[in-house]
């Protein structure tokens, strides 16, 4: 039996991960704006703010702080939750357009009266952008540590883009939870790209990372 | 009268804000060149209505949308002038026609309209006014509270003739 400590650890960690995602989900559920607004305006809020706590996981899983999960698994669960996150933000597009067309087309467009928009449409479009590489990698053969760093980079782009675009919407988000995501999003992001080293060009890989390609 | 368009979330916009309401009220400079037409506002035309019936209120009302009509120039105020008014608010939509109403300017150029109050919708609690009758050159206007608590917003126009 090991010690109680790293029986608990696990358990915190897990603990710790699910609170941090779900929390500003709940949090936005009690909004006071809900009252006011369509089935689809509510779920294309929460689409966006499911999508931004759901990019939290990301950089835990691609270095492995998870515990409990084999890197198989690990990448796996990567790739799945950035689907959902793809889904997500058109879920969030394409139901702020049936609200109204107008402010849609506007953001899009960069010729929005909010300056959120351009920096959800800049994330939007990063991610897009990932997602098309993802589809793409098997028929484009980029070197493994080509590929992370194009991965992170355009990850560096998404987060603090959604981080602004979220931060100066004044939405159903509540602002204490939407700081302290915003927070932990920035802190999981720097620490996985300090941890992974992306950009080394060769060797000194100081730990292992949990998303392996085969080289 | 004041327009205060900046608050603590919109800092950054703050130099876009001045200068998208720079033509309106207290920043017009009111020198030998005379007031220069109030220009639209970015978005500020979104989910318009042609045509909004002048009401006496929209809705069950409790939220005022004041402000005043000008002309270029020597700044003098348009009487009897049709203002379209318009916002997300606890009773609907921008593009529920229940949510639109228009009023006209009093001998002093002002306009006051009841309305029920706004909430933030698209990330700012804002609304939306209008001038397009015609005789001078058609302005949308998207003013943003300060803060979701206030009970009233302002828009100034400064219309240049056609």
Redesign the interface.
Known sequence: MPPLASRIRPILIWLAVGTAVLVPIVAAAASP?L????AVYIAAGFAGIIAMALMLVQPLLAVGYLPGLTRYAARRTHLWIGTAMVAAVLLHIVG?YV??P??VI?ALTF???????NWGVIAMWALFLVALLVALRNHIGVRPRTWRMIHTALFSVIVPSTVVHA?????TMETLTKVALSAFLIMATLKAIFDLRVWRKRRGRPIAPAIVTPE | MTTTLMNRRHLIAAGASAIATGMSGPFVPANAQGLVPTRSMRGGSNNYRPGAPIVDKIGGGGFWMTGTVRRTGDGAPLAGRRIQIWAHTTEGYESDPQSHGATLTDENGVFRLEMPQIVPAFGQPHGHLAYDSGDFETVFLRPVMASVKQTSLEAHFVLKPV
């Open positions: 704006l009252a006011w607004r369509s702020l609200t109204s107008p402010d506007d010729d929005s009266p909010t300056p959120f928009s931060v100066l919407i004044h939405g």
